[in-house]
């Protein structure tokens, strides 16, 4: 089965600096990864997905994220938070032995300081 | 806007009573996800229909059922209500399978059993 493991359930960063999301996964099969963000009192929105193609991806609102196989790893980055990033973000694998259903992980709620 | 919409935005009934939660996928898109978020259980997956048809199951009790109709809109039946069904419900529409394939979250449906 698979899994995905989001290290830190809660992150503070000030404003302007590197936002580090880290996302670890678990797969038997070449993985589908992607991030999702949920705003409060919103829905899931997609940030970027990797699917084996270029191993760093690059998604809206700046953001991006490096997939490293060795280290069955997808942590995500963005170089300059903004206090607009302030919301929960979640990392998910796709499991395409069930339909492509998606497992996340527990999620990173993001915290930007003035 | 993802485009998928979900009715109700929110509902407050009573343990043992039953609920029907509507979703509608953007156009075009055959698949609909169903999932659960909850602050113990976190984001998990309930079930998926691809045009009608059941194609994965997940943790998904026994007292829920689902169905998609030939409109492609989708309805998640909860019943037997219990204090721990209290969650917010979100589907997922879809188009494409594979690499290809991205799941659209909809706003979700807050439910609150008391």
């Known amino acids: 089965a698979q899994s995905v493991t989001q290290l830190g359930s809660h992150v503070s960063v000030s404003e302007g600096a590197l936002v580090l999301l880290r996302c670890n996964y678990s797969s038997s099969v070449p993985p589908y990864l992607f991030w999702y963000v949920q705003y409060p009192n919103q829905g899931l929105q997609l940030l970027l997905k990797?699917?084996?193609?270029?191993?760093l991806v690059k998604g809206i609102n700046g953001f991006e994220a490096e997939f490293k196989k060795s280290e069955t790893s997808f942590h995500l980055t963005k170089p300059s938070a903004h206090m607009s990033d302030a919301a929960e973000y979640f990392c998910?694998?796709?499991?395409?032995?069930?339909?492509?259903?998606?497992?996340f992980g527990g999620g990173t709620r993001v915290l930007v300081k003035p | 806007d993802s485009g998928v919409t979900q009715t109700p935005k929110h509902l407050i009934t009573a343990t043992g009573q039953r609920v029907t939660l509507r979703c509608s996928p953007r156009?075009?898109?055959?698949?609909v996800y169903w999932y659960q978020q909850s602050l113990d259980q976190g984001l998990q997956f309930l079930i998926h229909?691809?045009?009608?048809?059941?194609?994965a199951k997940g943790n998904i009790l026994e007292r829920f059922s689902a169905q998609q109709f030939p409109d492609l809109h989708s309805e998640l039946n909860l019943s037997s209500l219990e204090l721990g069904d209290s969650a917010l419900y979100f589907c997922?529409?879809?188009?494409?399978?594979?690499?290809?394939?991205?799941?659209?979250f909809g706003p979700g449906t807050r439910l609150l059993v008391l």
């Open positions: 990797y699917t084996s193609a270029a191993t």
């Open positions: 997922a529409s879809s188009v494409g399978q594979g690499p290809q394939e991205t799941q659209y």
């Open positions: 998910a694998v796709s499991d395409q032995a069930a339909g492509n259903k998606l497992t």
């Open positions: 156009s075009g898109d055959l698949s």
């Open positions: 229909y691809y045009n009608g048809e059941e194609r």
